[in-house]
């Protein structure tokens, strides 16, 4: 069995060894595009360091020796620097862009590529919203992680490096002068950074329950209303955006931290510079367009400063949705195909369809224990039901044969392969479901239909429709097989999902059938409809069906009576109401059930 997920796991890799990996898994490939932008933003630190030196001739030449012949070089000279300056810019973040976006793009396909392998379990037991946020949320901060840790390593890093050599080549001791403050900001900056990855990963749990209450609210919203449960969905979504909007807050305010820092030891620096500096000046010692340079290479420098300052934050951030996406990557499926598995065909390519479950026995936890030794028999072209009360294990049968779960002990074979032993594919491939929760996608009557066979062409697809007495309805449609059957086929009946989802398992045409109370919840008319459709797809193949309405299983070939996770009774419909056993008081007790419905109808 699959171990239990939940969404608020908490970080637990370091920061060096979660950059490790993701330099390694998601950056490295990009290593000749970012190449790339690092000399666009080597471009651009000469060029602001530049622009800071040429601050001395401005002075000096034009302003203070009054230099005419110097107005034009000077001039051009500043005008194709910060011409430069903006190419190299937009190369630098047309390139960063790129490389972060096709992150976003590959972490979302791995991480939709690992869920998809996925056993049901997992998905029993995760968070839905949990998982959509680290879609949404997780791998974007991470993104944004990615981008600006470049973009301040390569262009903000460069700059700097830059503008602190013209200081120094100004005045290398007034350099030292100004610059021996900001080390001591690095000590808090780092704490802060700690603490904005804390805070991160608490919002990002928040985020992912957000979304599971609007998407359960959304699909519930007839139950919400039917029951007058606005005032109570409004305020459990006001509690949990409170909670994300404190957070925030608590984000925006440790982020906010590292600028009064910053802002004041830069005070502190400009204001020493200014006094130090300027009595140099006033000496004679310096002039003033190298002072002016020296000033300007100093003001320029604040900002990248400033941004390498709160680096860490960023970076926190992302790694903190960084740790969580590679916490589901690492995941494992409770239920894999083994190395040699074969295909579930036989030589001549075809599978018979006998299913045999020999001294089944299996529990969805230790407290809740399903089959306690079921031994059952489909035979090949057969069709056999399981009937019994809620809870007596059926829908967990019919789990085991795809290899939904697996079993804790004995085996579920299929013409003699343990179904452990096959492919999921050819296991999987010759099997088709249809059951009472039926599943429709957003998207049109043909590719709904279309969902149980790959590349069917359009007349296969019809006849699909025809045989599962669908077609005509579809055409009643506004669009016909066009129309957009809406979020679970909610803009259809449940006779008409119903009938999709036949004419869908019709295409598939596997020679294995399981129907998992396919009628239950319908009315009397679209039954009728359904049963009609349901006959003409058991027709010649292996069927297993868990009926609620023992009236629709009477021409089973088998009948098998599960109680307590086990086979109380088999036999025909003749043979069970003979025997007078569980099954006779079954079938009396619904009878006279129905009986009873009737006579009030009638009245």
């Given at each position: 069995?699959?171990?239990?997920?939940?969404?608020?796991?908490?970080?637990?890799?370091?920061?060096?060894?979660?950059?490790?990996?993701?330099?390694?898994?998601?950056?490295r490939?990009?290593?000749?595009?970012?190449?790339?932008?690092?000399?666009?933003?080597?471009?651009?630190?000469?060029?602001?360091?530049?622009?800071?030196?040429?601050?001395?001739?401005?002075?000096?030449?034009?302003?203070?020796?009054?230099?005419?012949?110097?107005?034009?070089?000077?001039?051009?000279?500043?005008?194709?620097?910060?011409?430069?300056?903006?190419?190299?810019?937009?190369?630098?973040?047309?390139?960063?862009?790129?490389?972060?976006?096709r992150?976003?793009?590959?972490?979302?396909?791995?991480?939709?590529?690992?869920?998809?392998?996925?056993?049901?379990?997992?998905?029993?037991?995760?968070n839905?919203?949990?998982?959509?946020?680290?879609?949404?949320?997780?791998?974007?901060?991470?993104?944004?992680?990615?981008?600006?840790?470049?973009?301040?390593?390569?262009?903000?890093?460069?700059?700097?490096?830059?503008?602190?050599?013209?200081?120094?080549?100004?005045?290398?001791?007034?350099?030292?002068?100004?610059?021996?403050?900001?080390?001591?900001?690095?000590?808090?900056?780092?704490?802060?950074?700690?603490?904005?990855?804390?805070?991160?990963?608490?919002?990002?749990?928040?985020?992912?329950?957000?979304?599971?209450?609007?998407?359960?609210?959304?699909?519930?919203?007839?139950?919400?209303?039917a029951?007058?449960?606005?005032?109570?969905?409004?305020?459990?979504?006001?509690?949990?955006?409170?909670?994300?909007f404190?957070?925030?807050?608590?984000?925006?305010?440790?982020?906010?931290?590292?600028?009064?820092?910053?802002?004041?030891?830069?005070?502190?620096?400009?204001?020493?510079?200014?006094?130090?500096?300027?009595?140099?000046?006033?000496?004679?010692?310096?002039?003033?367009?190298?002072?002016?340079?020296?000033?300007?290479?100093?003001?320029?420098?604040?900002?990248?400063?400033?941004?390498?300052?709160n680096?860490?934050?960023?970076?926190?951030q992302?790694?903190?949705?960084?740790?969580?996406?590679?916490?589901?990557?690492?995941?494992?499926?409770?239920?894999?195909?083994?190395p040699?598995?074969?295909?579930?065909?036989?030589?001549?390519?075809?599978?018979?369809?006998?299913?045999?479950?020999?001294?089944?026995?299996?529990?969805?936890?230790?407290?809740?224990?399903?089959l306690?030794?079921?031994?059952?028999?489909?035979?090949?072209?057969?069709?056999?039901?399981?009937?019994?009360?809620?809870?007596?294990?059926?829908?967990?049968?019919?789990?085991?044969?795809?290899?939904?779960?697996?079993?804790?002990?004995?085996?579920?074979?299929i013409?003699?392969?343990?179904?452990?032993?096959?492919?999921?594919?050819?296991?999987?491939?010759?099997?088709?479901?249809?059951?009472?929760?039926?599943?429709?996608?957003?998207?049109?009557?043909?590719?709904?239909i279309?969902?149980?066979?790959?590349?069917?062409?359009?007349t296969?697809?019809?006849?699909?429709?025809?045989?599962?007495?669908?077609h005509?309805?579809?055409m009643?449609?506004?669009?016909?097989?066009?129309?957009?059957?809406?979020?679970?086929?909610?803009?259809?009946?449940?006779?008409?999902?119903?009938?999709?989802?036949?004419?869908?398992?019709?295409?598939?045409?596997?020679?294995?059938?399981?129907?998992?109370?396919?009628?239950?919840?319908?009315?009397?008319?679209?039954?009728?409809?359904?049963?009609?459709?349901?006959?003409?797809?058991m027709?010649?193949?292996?069927?297993?069906?868990?009926?609620?309405?023992?009236?629709?299983?009477?021409?089973?070939?088998?009948?098998?009576?599960?109680?307590?996770?086990?086979?109380?009774?088999?036999?025909?419909?003749?043979?069970?109401?003979?025997?007078?056993?569980?099954?006779?008081?079954?079938?009396?007790?619904?009878?006279?059930?129905?009986a009873?419905?009737?006579?009030?109808?009638?009245?």
């Open positions: 069995m699959a171990a239990a997920f939940h969404t608020d796991q908490p970080q637990h890799a370091s920061s060096a060894s979660l950059l490790a990996r993701l330099f390694r898994e998601s950056v490939r990009y290593a000749g595009l970012i190449g790339l932008a690092l000399l666009c933003m080597a471009v651009t630190a000469g060029a602001t360091a530049l622009s800071a030196w040429l601050m001395e001739p401005v002075v000096n030449d034009i302003f203070v020796a009054r230099d005419r012949d110097m107005l034009m070089p000077v001039g051009l000279a500043v005008f194709a620097v910060f011409f430069v300056k903006g190419l190299a810019n937009y190369g630098q973040a047309v390139l960063m862009a790129r490389v972060g976006l992150i976003i793009a590959d972490s979302q396909n791995r991480l939709f590529d690992k869920l998809s392998r996925m056993d049901v379990q997992f998905f029993h037991d995760a839905t919203g949990g998982l959509i946020s680290r879609f949404l949320v997780d791998i974007n901060q991470m993104r944004v992680a990615v981008s600006t840790a470049w973009t301040s390593l390569g262009k903000d890093l460069l700059t700097l490096v830059g503008l602190i050599g013209v200081t120094f080549y100004q005045d290398w001791q007034l350099a030292l002068v100004a610059f021996f403050v900001f080390p001591v900001a690095l000590l808090p900056i780092v704490r802060l950074g700690g603490r904005m990855r804390k805070v991160t990963a608490n919002t990002q749990r928040e985020m992912g329950l957000f979304t599971t209450l609007l998407e359960q609210t959304f699909q519930g919203i007839r139950v919400v209303k029951y007058g449960m606005e005032v109570y969905e409004r305020s459990r979504v006001g509690d949990i955006v409170e909670r994300i404190g957070l925030n807050m608590k984000a925006e305010r440790t982020r906010a931290l590292s600028s009064p820092i910053m802002e004041t030891l830069g005070g502190v620096a400009v204001g020493v510079v200014v006094i130090y500096g300027g009595h140099r000046v006033i000496e004679g010692v310096t002039d003033a367009g190298s002072f002016f340079s020296f000033i300007t290479a100093l003001l320029l420098a604040y900002e990248p400063m400033k941004r390498l300052a680096l860490n934050a960023v970076l926190q992302g790694l903190a949705g960084a740790d969580r996406l590679f916490q589901m990557l690492d995941m494992e499926p409770a239920i894999v195909e083994r040699n598995a074969r295909d579930l065909a036989d030589a001549n390519g075809t599978v018979e369809g006998r299913i045999e479950l020999s001294q089944v026995r299996f529990a969805y936890s230790p407290e809740q224990v399903a306690r030794g079921v031994d059952l028999d489909v035979p090949a072209g057969k069709t056999v039901a399981l009937v019994g009360p809620s809870g007596a294990g059926k829908s967990t049968i019919l789990n085991l044969i795809p290899r939904f779960y697996d079993v804790d002990a004995g085996r579920v074979t013409d003699g392969v343990d179904v452990r032993d096959a492919t999921f594919a050819s296991l999987r491939g010759a099997l088709a479901l249809v059951s009472q929760e039926v599943t429709l996608f957003d998207d049109t009557v043909r590719a709904n279309a969902y149980g066979r790959a590349g069917a062409s359009e296969e697809i019809v006849e699909a429709a025809r045989h599962a007495a669908a005509d309805f579809i009643e449609l506004p669009d016909g097989y066009d129309t957009q059957v809406g979020e679970q086929g909610v803009k259809l009946s449940g006779g008409q999902r119903q009938r999709l989802a036949i004419a869908r398992a019709m295409l598939k045409n596997a020679p294995i059938l399981l129907l998992d109370e396919a009628t239950s919840a319908l009315d009397t008319e679209s039954e009728r409809q359904v049963q009609a459709a349901l006959e003409a797809l027709a010649d193949r292996t069927t297993l069906v868990i009926a609620h309405r023992l009236s629709t299983i009477v021409r089973a070939d088998l009948i098998y009576v599960i109680l307590d996770g086990q086979v109380a009774e088999q036999g025909s419909h003749g043979e069970l109401l003979a025997r007078g056993g569980h099954y006779k008081r079954l079938y009396e007790l619904q009878f006279a059930s129905e009873d419905l009737r006579r009030a109808a009638g009245r």
